[in-house]
């Protein structure tokens, strides 16, 4: 079974700049979550979609947004860069059964210049 | 709030030497309990979990046991090997929200020969 496949890989963008950062499920998993990773921060999570709606949301502000199609990829934008947005973002699935864990992706990472 | 404590890094161990990692966490209710490693370069890989108090995770040789009365969930090898060098990080997934991980600020482990 493929794993989580997140692209691109890399991304350099410019402060002021959008992005759009692509995740797909392991195929039958339906509950797809993003989380940052920063030296400074750590891991944080971002957002959860399940069925196309968010389902849990963190701390994060408005610039940062998501959304789920119905085959359960996921995609999340994050509009205005600021420098403090440079970042691994990680995707992760899960099949929404019981206390089944989460399964990562490899990541984007992205630069802000 | 719900938060995760672990041991600050590095740790340098030799090879074949006994690693613990120390994980105490902050929740209400009754959270799952996960132990995460990551690879350079590479996002993150589940290494075991434990859901209830008592139980014990155990999986490549590693073992944390869910300790409710202490609020802790310590990792463990008896015999540590070159390629478990890696960060490693403690997580909680607050009840009923299986897509949230909250993640301590993880350990960086170095096994020299």
Sequence with gaps: KAGVTQTPRYLIKTRGQQVTLSCSPISGHRSVSWYQQTPGQGLQFLFE??????????NFPGRFSGRQFSNSRSEMNVSTLELGDS?????????LEGNSPLHFGNGTRLTVT | GNSVTQMEGPVTLSEEAFLTINCTYTATGYPSLFWYVQYPGEGLQLLLKATKADDKGSNKGFEATY??????????KGSVQVSDSAVYFCALTPYNQGGKLIFGQGTELSVKP
């Design chain 1, 49 to 58: 979609y399940f069925s196309e709606t968010q389902r849990n949301k963190g």
């Design chain 1, 87 to 95: 970042a691994l973002y990680l995707c992760a699935s899960r099949p």
């Design chain 2, 67 to 76: 300790r409710k009365e202490t609020t802790s969930f310590h990792l463990e």
